[in-house]
């Protein structure tokens, strides 16, 4: 299948492409941008009037509730919801039932996914059996089946024993370690620490929750040169913390979520559930640091952190409601939000979506668009402006804190490895 995108603004950040330009696509590859051939001849023509043309988005962190979690989402519904946000990559933690801790159960998941030739999917394999933090899985028998990393998911590690060993067996292959920053014990709350939570009198997450590990986690770096990426960053403190970490020259990394960089714990309202999550909504402070941050590569990629939840968890009182929201779908128009707002432009704010991700996954042709590269890319009307309709959403999950929200930027088109998945 030959397909021509006309009209459109290519903007591909890993190559500094930013023009007025057609992509001539050919065998699931980029045949050429701009150049087309003379001799050229589509089979499908996508008109991009008004449209940007970018690199499909990479989301590191995405749940597919599969397997064992199907009440809360399907592997059908939630890819179907990734390529309806332009998410052409996603990377899945490996918290399912049963856990991602055998190589047969992650063979299985990405047979499942590419059998569907929707979005890409990369599994994240369990750094220790079961995840109960005391005995480290066969790491190279999972990378063999497809993992490209191996963590905890929101499982902290109590035995920093168990985690040095880990970190050095890990460097040892060089193979990455996903660690979400949170100490077990001062974990424990449902709210950020701070006047609001006191008002509420919700059990409080402190900020030290969140530095201790990562004072730990860098202080075994140095010890082992394991390479670590932090997931859902959420303070200002842990921010500082990395990077001065990055200026000492060691090999880390860390993402964001698209709630903690648009939302305060103040958007808890009255018990609202929907912005129950993990970690959790901090002050208004942690967001600027965290915007800031993701603006000057500090924080290296913004992540959707979708989790779907079924209604009946999220219909409880807030402290005994399951966190999560669903995400997918819009991790594309707030990346664009936050561009817009901070003034970082369009190309930084689909740079930490695609190409930035894209690098820290090792996927070589994810996140940009070139010749010869797969054709994983979307069209994106920028000027479209929708309302978040949780009923509308494609996900299995309906719950989300931006529930309501009018947002500005949707995916018109998506293909990956030059078919045409949504649109």
């Known amino acids: 299948m030959k397909t021509l995108i006309t009209n459109g603004r290519v903007i591909d950040p890993a190559s500094g492409i930013d023009r007025q330009a057609d992509v001539a696509i050919a065998d699931g590859k980029v045949l050429a941008i701009g150049s087309v051939p003379a001799d050229f001849s589509a089979d499908r023509a996508l008109d991009a009037q008004g449209c940007l043309v970018v690199p499909g988005l990479v989301d590191l962190a995405a749940r597919l509730r599969e ?4 009440h809360e989402g399907m592997l059908e519904s939630e890819m179907a919801a990734a390529v309806a946000g332009g998410v052409t990559s996603l990377v899945c933690p490996p918290d399912t039932d049963p856990v991602l801790d055998e190589p047969g159960l992650v063979e299985m998941l990405k047979f499942r996914a590419e059998k569907m030739q929707s979005a890409r999917l990369f599994p994240l394999g369990a750094l220790t059996r079961g995840l109960a933090g005391e005995v480290l899985t066969e790491m190279a028998e999972l990378t063999e089946a497809g993992c490209i990393g191996f963590g905890q998911a929101d499982i902290p590690l109590s035995n920093t024993q168990v985690l040095q060993r880990a970190l050095l067996y890990a460097s040892t292959f060089g193979y990455t370690v996903w660690l979400r920053p949170q100490d077990r014990d001062l974990g424990k709350g449902v709210a950020a620490s701070g006047p609001l939570a006191t008002r509420l009198g919700l059990a409080g997450v402190p900020v030290a929750a969140e530095t201790i590990a990562i004072f730990t986690i860098v202080e075994l770096m140095r010890g082992t040169g394991a ?17 001065a970490a990055k ?3 060691l090999p880390l990394t860390c ?9 305060a714990d103040t958007d808890i309202g009255f018990f609202d559930s929907r912005a129950r999550l993990n970690p959790p909504l901090r002050q208004q402070r942690d967001r600027d640091a965290l915007s800031a941050a ?6 290296d990629a913004l992540v959707s952190d979708h989790t779907p939840v079924e209604a009946d968890a999220k219909t409880l009182p807030f402290a005994e409601s399951e966190p999560g929201a669903t995400g997918l779908e ?7 939000q936050w561009g817009e707002q901070s003034g970082v432009g369009l190309a930084r704010a689909i740079e930490v979506v695609s190409a930035a991700p894209a690098r820290l996954i090792g996927a070589a042709e994810a996140g940009r668009l070139a010749p010869g590269g797969a ?4 069209v994106v009307d920028p000027a479209l402006e929708w309302q978040v309709r949780p009923e509308a959403l494609r996900s299995q999950g309906k719950h989300t804190p931006f529930g309501g929200y009018a947002l500005r930027g949707q995916a018109r088109f998506t293909l990956v490895g030059g078919r045409l998945v949504h649109g």
């Open 294 to 299: 993701l603006a000057d590569g500090t924080i």
């Open 255 to 263: 993402d964001v979520s698209i709630n903690s960089l648009h939302l």
């Open 227 to 243: 390479r670590v990426h932090l997931c859902r960053l959420s303070s200002a403190a842990g921010v500082e913390l990395v990077r």
């Open 247 to 249: 200026a000492e020259g």
């Open 67 to 70: 397997p064992g979690y199907e």
């Open 330 to 336: 819009l991790l594309l128009p707030l990346a664009l």
């Open 375 to 378: 054709a994983d890319l979307c």
